[in-house]
């Protein structure tokens, strides 16, 4: 079990920018999820795969952000003309499940922060 | 849609005394977690409840769940400085793949 990965730690870009987040999850796990947590925050959930489907993003998500998880591996987090409102910890968390309401505990990368000049 | 609320939003205790933080969701779960996250780290699976007024004990720490499945408790027994951190309940709806809502978190400062 090497744990959930994300790349790169840290990003800092300007105002405008794009960016892209990585997220490794544990390799066989199949559920992967996006949060975001900002100083003093619990993680706010963002999207989850189940696999390769996107079956929820959150309605406080702009159109700005997408996620992708291609192939049920890892996952792509995009944001496109970032704002300073987006400088957070960005944290992707997998878990192993079997049926809709599986419940089983959700494994945390590092997160990558994000700070917008 | 779905709120968890968590209660305080922070304590300072003497090691050695207790220390209790409440969670409260706006809608009944299908099961809740707990997460502890240390300064710097990530949020680190500590426990689910899934039955109505289930308590698990983990060492020092007790977790309750609700009657109605809409709140839940974590109490620490004689606090040490390893306990210092954020603790957070998670909870998930029926049908909702294990989407989890987090509370704000109660960050626990322990002194010697």
């Known amino acids: 079990d090497t744990g959930v990965s994300q790349n790169p730690r840290h990003k800092i870009t300007k105002r405008g920018q794009n960016v892209t987040f990585r997220c490794d999850p544990i390799s066989e796990h199949n559920r992967l999820y996006w949060y975001r947590q900002t100083l003093g925050q619990g993680p706010e959930f963002l999207t989850y795969?189940?696999?390769?489907?996107?079956?929820?993003k959150s309605r406080l998500l702009s159109d700005r952000f997408s996620a992708e998880r291609p192939k049920g591996s890892f996952s792509t987090l995009e944001i496109q003309r970032t704002e300073q409102g987006d400088s957070a910890m960005y944290l992707c968390?997998?878990?192993?499940?079997?049926?809709?309401?599986?419940?089983?505990?959700?494994?945390f990368g590092d997160g990558t922060r994000l700070s917008i000049l | 849609g779905q709120q968890v609320m968590q209660i305080p939003q922070y304590q300072h205790v003497q090691e050695g005394e207790d220390f209790t933080t409440y969670c409260n969701s706006s809608t009944t779960l299908s099961n809740i977690q707990w997460y502890k996250q240390r300064p710097g780290g990530h949020p680190v699976f500590l426990i689910q409840l899934v039955k109505s007024g289930e308590v698990k004990k983990q060492k020092r720490l007790t977790f309750q769940f609700g009657e109605a499945k809409k709140n839940s408790s974590l109490h620490i027994t004689a606090t040490q400085t390893t306990d210092v951190g954020t603790y957070f309940c998670?909870?998930?709806?029926?049908?909702?793949?294990?989407?989890?809502?987090f509370g704000a978190g109660t960050r626990l400062a322990v002194h010697p």
């Open positions: 795969f189940q696999n390769e489907a996107q079956l929820e």
């Open positions: 968390a997998s878990s192993l499940a079997v049926g809709r309401d599986s419940n089983q505990p959700q494994h």
């Open positions: 998670a909870g998930s709806e029926f049908g909702g793949y294990n989407k989890l809502i």
